[in-house]
């Protein structure tokens, strides 16, 4: 109301500014209440390609169907991809959908690409979850499904794969419950016609869905059902469906208690309850269909605008940013033509052509181009708001996992407004607010959670002259995915990847021969091990030489002890410290330099030394000393210490949920009890299965997901993850270097 006072006391001019000013904010709040940003996630060959292609057909952005067989989808645009028929990048696409815009996220399925699910997954509000209706919930849904729960994302079930005639609709609400623990409310049920061919259920509308297969499955008739015993068993589904729901929501509660009775309980109240309902995370809308069939695709895409959340409703801790700009880099992807792009999740403010960023790292860039999303074509636009998803050009330093902001003062008021109101709610401690301040830290944290590298192997330019090509192919890579580490082996002069798995390596090969035209060689895969010293120890190093007739001389005490925390420290006894004190602080720099870079190698199988630290006690260094001296004879001395005390091996170590019937528990406890397995613990999971919680060697566990599955009889499901590094017996350990010498 004032505000229209204020309107009507101004000149023409001023008014007419004001309302289109009035008009554009209305306009942005309905606008991003009308985005829906959404991950898709499955187990590999669910269907989540076919299923996204199907969704941009009908949307209309694409004029002809992609089939994964035939190679020519729009989301799996990397030729590998194409080749292996499976989705490595998740690219982004954005289409309209009823008046909303929905920004899909296709995401791999593979375990050894879980770092960019996990990044995705920051970009979305919700997503939808993918099941092949024949096998129901298996091992990679188990892993996207906890990967979602910590991000806390509501989520819709599509069971695909329902024309097929070994597809169990029942079995798979069952999986959702027993393996997952979760609350599946079918919305949709299906049924087959005399000639076997696929039909949908509605239980909210009480109507038959039938597909046109004429138009490809554009078109689909609701057909409301005449009384007979199929219309009162969907009756019965929706009355168990508005109770369910009546539990869990007051609006629908107060409604079914003063009209007494189920049948009167509007359409319109049952969908905002269970849009309510599925927000909260209390409850999982369950569609089906057929992908490939074209069937049922068109309700999946309304039940995501109807139930999954749009970006205002979510995201609240963004807050502190007010009006500047917050967005979150979920993926760099390499085009041909428009070199490295950034692809953004804004989530607060509004991001412009032209514009300078900054990340939490510090580092300011300019924002030259700005393009919507549809997977391997981009259109241009000038500027894009909170809530939407954006592809940026122009920024070089930019990783994936960053915060980008406006300017470093934008980014110190949030952090202090975050304080603040996390700090005034501080008083009492809730689990609630342990989780905040996790939040908070996740939020402005420099570098995204990298997990460690498992596996290793060299990799070979063809020529010496492709050496610095394939040097910058790796460095645009590993910025596109910094899971993947790249390191340079001093002692065999070899470049040395670490990453995830054999499946991660490949990808990385072929996109090196691919995208940058060098046709590089990978040695043998090999376990990545980390080494650690046993016991203290100290040593003396002195050198002197004389190099192009000047003097150089370098006397070096360290120590090297058991520490997690710092890699280098000074020793602070008197005798020592008074010493260090008059050692120059570039003297100190070099001495620290020179001495960490000799943890990169330890000397048993070339592991990275970590628990380690060393302690400088004594420096002298002769005038005129070269720092590159300095340096190397640091580095000689933590070696020395390291070959002398000896070290032990670090293995990876892989956590396991195995979720599998009650009476296959003990024979898959047996196996693993001889994979050198740790059972934490067992549990039970639903009313038939038990999950059991093990950590066992990466070593023990080549080829495991298929002897699982053989000795399961294929009914265990299964999620697999790297949770740190942990010592091994003398036995053990002589078998792993052997293995790491070629020797075995
Ligand atoms: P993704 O690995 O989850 O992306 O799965 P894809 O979309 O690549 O599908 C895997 C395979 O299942 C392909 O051969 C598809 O043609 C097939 N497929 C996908 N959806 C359906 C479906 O609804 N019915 C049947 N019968 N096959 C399907
Ligand atoms: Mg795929």
Redesign the pocket.
């Known amino acids: 109301m004032k505000m229209l006072k204020y309107a009507l006391q101004i000149s023409p001019n001023q008014r007419k500014r004001f309302l289109r000013h009035l008009s554009s904010q209305i306009w942005k709040r309905s606008y991003s209440s009308k985005i829906r940003n959404i991950g898709i996630l499955?187990?590999?060959?669910?269907?989540?390609?076919?299923?996204?292609?199907r969704m941009l057909f009908y949307a209309g952005k694409t004029r002809a169907l992609g089939?994964?067989?035939r190679g020519n989808?729009v989301t799996?645009y990397l030729t590998q991809e194409r080749e292996r028929?499976?989705?490595i990048c998740s690219s982004a696409v954005t289409f309209p959908w009823n008046n909303h815009r929905i920004n899909l996220l296709?995401t791999p399925?593979h375990i050894d690409f879980t770092m960019e699910v996990e990044q995705s997954l920051y970009a979305v509000d919700g997503v939808v979850v993918?099941l092949?209706?024949t096998a129901g919930v298996e091992a990679q849904t188990v892993t996207v499904w906890t990967q979602a729960d910590k991000h806390k994302l509501p989520r819709l079930i599509f069971v695909?794969?329902?024309?097929?005639p070994d597809a169990d609709f029942e079995k798979c609400v069952r999986d959702l419950k027993d393996k997952l623990e979760t609350q599946p409310v079918c919305l949709q049920y299906p049924v087959k016609n005399e000639d076997g061919v696929l039909a949908i259920n509605d239980v909210i509308t009480l109507e038959q869905l039938i597909w046109q297969q004429k138009d490809l499955g554009r078109s689909y008739k609701n057909i409301k059902l005449e009384p007979s015993d199929n219309l009162r068993q969907l009756q019965e589904k929706r009355n168990e469906l508005i109770d369910h729901l009546s539990g869990l929501d007051d609006e629908l509660a107060d409604v079914v208690i003063s009209t007494e009775s189920f049948d009167k309980v509007d359409n319109a109240l049952i969908k905002r309850a269970l849009r309510r309902a599925t927000s909260q995370q209390k409850v999982v809308p369950v569609l089906l269909?057929?992908?490939?069939?074209n069937?049922g695709i068109q309700r999946l895409m309304d039940a995501v605008n109807a139930y999954l959340p749009a970006p205002e409703e979510r995201n609240q801790i963004y807050d502190c940013f007010g009006t500047e700009v917050a967005g979150k880099v979920f993926k760099i992807v390499h085009d041909k033509q428009r070199g490295a792009l950034t692809l953004v999740r804004i989530l607060r403010g509004e991001i412009k052509r032209g514009m300078r960023l900054i990340s939490a790292r510090g580092q300011a860039e300019v924002v030259s181009k700005l393009y919507e999303p549809l997977a391997d074509e981009y259109r241009e636009v000038s500027a894009v708001q909170s809530g939407d998803v954006v592809i940026c050009a122009g920024l070089k330093s930019t990783v994936t996992g960053d915060l980008l902001t406006s300017s470093q003062s934008a980014l110190r008021n949030a952090q202090k407004r975050l304080k603040q109101s996390l700090g005034g709610a501080a008083t009492t401690t809730t689990n609630e607010e342990d989780d905040e301040v996790d939040e908070s830290e996740e939020l402005f944290a420099i570098d995204p959670q990298i997990p460690d590298a498992v596996y290793f192997c060299s990799i070979e330019p063809p020529s010496v002259s492709a050496q610095t090509a394939m040097d910058h192919a790796l460095k645009q890579l590993q910025r596109e995915d910094p899971s993947l580490r790249v390191s340079y082996d001093s002692v065999t002069g070899q470049t040395v990847l670490g990453g995830m798995g054999e499946l991660h390596m490949d990808i990385i090969k072929s996109r090196i021969l691919s995208e940058y035209k060098i046709d590089v060689d990978l040695g043998p895969l090999q376990i990545a091990y980390k080494e650690t010293i046993e016991n203290p120890a100290l040593t003396t190093l002195s050198v002197e030489k004389e190099i192009a007739g000047s003097k150089q001389s370098a006397s070096i005490t360290l120590e090297l002890v058991k520490n997690q925390n710092e890699l280098f420290s000074l020793d602070k006894s008197p005798e020592n410290l008074q010493n260090l004190n008059t050692l120059r602080p570039r003297i100190l720099q070099v001495l620290r330099k020179g001495s960490i870079s000799a943890l990169e190698r330890g000397p048993r199988v070339g592991g990275q030394v970590v628990e380690t630290q060393i302690r400088l006690h004594n420096a002298t260094i002769g005038r005129g000393t070269a720092d590159s001296f300095v340096m190397a004879t640091a580095a000689q001395c933590v070696q020395k210490l390291l070959s002398t005390s000896g070290t032990r091996l670090l293995e990876p170590i892989m956590a396991l949920q195995i979720v599998a019937p009650s009476e296959r528990i003990s024979g898959i406890i047996a196996d693993l009890s001889r994979r050198r397995a740790l059972i934490n613990d067992v549990l039970p999971k639903g009313e038939r299965n038990k999950m059991i919680l093990v950590n066992a060697p990466l070593a023990e566990l080549s080829g495991y997901s298929s002897v699982l599955r053989t000795i399961s009889s294929g009914t265990a499901s299964m999620t697999m993850q790297p949770c740190g590094f942990s010592s091994m017996n003398s036995v053990d350990e002589s078998l792993a270097e052997r293995r790491a010498q070629g020797l075995e």
Do not use: L
């Open positions: 499955a187990h590999i060959d669910a269907g989540k390609t076919t299923t996204t292609e089939e994964v067989h989808t799996d028929g499976i989705t296709d399925g993918v092949d209706g695909n794969k329902m024309d097929r269909g057929s992908a490939y069939k069937v």
